[in-house]
T-cell receptor, first 113, second 115 residues
Framework: ETGVTQTPRHLVMGMTNKKSLKCEQH?????MYWYKQSAKKPLELMFV???????ENNSVPSRFSPECPNSSHLFLHLHTLQPEDSALYLC????????????FGQGTRLTVV | GDSVTQMEGPVTLSEEAFLTINCTYT??????LFWYVQYPGEGLQLLLK?????DKGSNKGFEATYRKETTSFHLEKGSVQVSDSAVYFC??????????????FGKGTKLTVNP
């Protein structure tokens, strides 16, 4: 248990569905991140939020829409995904400038059919 | 730009063998360096870290030394166990505007340890 909880752990969705991934941390961290882990690619940073403000969108397609309502929660809204979006989506959090360690959730395994 | 290069896997060893996984980096400034481990079906866990040159990070028998002169952070363990089978990621952090930090990962090296 790392203190970062992701739900659901597994998700299967059709290309016309809309779903959301949830990430929650109660570590008092200021920064939260979404990463995508595909089978044959390195970990890809998707979005960064710092104090609820988005500080990076790493050229992610608009079918992925992040939301950070507060410092403890991060969502990734999904719509009209493609099969190539199937991957493990990892959420992470860190304190920010005074801590260089990121804590990861267990990930959501997404399959787009 | 900032990047991490680690040795291609997979790596297969027998129990009690010596492990080295090479990692080199390219970065402006002075990054912090990390090794993360991912066990099957899990997210990433921090294994060890070093925040400045010549620092040695260690945990669970694993060690890595921050070598500025060779821009390297190689992971070593003297005697691996079956339970060490996992994917290992080398990473560095880059300070960000606004206080957040950006983790840059290597591609990962899959280690399998056989009994």
């Amino acid at each position: 248990e790392t203190g970062v909880t992701q739900t659901p752990r597994h998700l299967v969705m059709g290309m016309t569905n809309k779903k959301s991934l949830k990430c929650e941390q109660h570590l008092g961290h200021n920064a939260m991140y979404w990463y995508k882990q595909s089978a044959k690619k390195p970990l890809e940073l998707m979005f960064v939020y710092n104090f609820k403000e988005q500080t990076e969108n790493n050229s992610v397609p608009s079918r992925f829409s992040p939301e950070c309502p507060n410092s403890s929660h991060l969502f990734l809204h999904l719509h009209t995904l493609q099969p190539e979006d199937s991957a493990l989506y990892l959420c992470a959090s860190s304190q920010g400038p005074e801590s260089t360690e990121a804590f990861f959730g267990q990930g959501t395994r997404l399959t787009v059919v | 730009g900032d990047s991490v290069t680690q040795m291609e896997g997979p790596v297969t060893l027998s129990e009690e063998a010596f492990l080295t996984i090479n990692c080199t980096y390219t970065a402006t400034g002075y990054p912090s360096l990390f090794w993360y481990v991912q066990y099957p079906g899990e997210g990433l866990q921090l294994l060890l870290k070093a925040t400045k040159a010549d620092d040695k990070g260690s945990n669970k028998g694993f060690e890595a030394t921050y070598r500025k002169e060779t821009t390297s952070f190689h992971l070593e363990k003297g005697s691996v166990q079956v339970s060490d089978s996992a994917v290992y990621f080398c990473a560095l952090t880059i300070p960000y505007q606004g206080g957040s930090e950006k983790l840059v990962f290597g591609k990962g090296t899959k280690l399998t340890v056989n009994p």
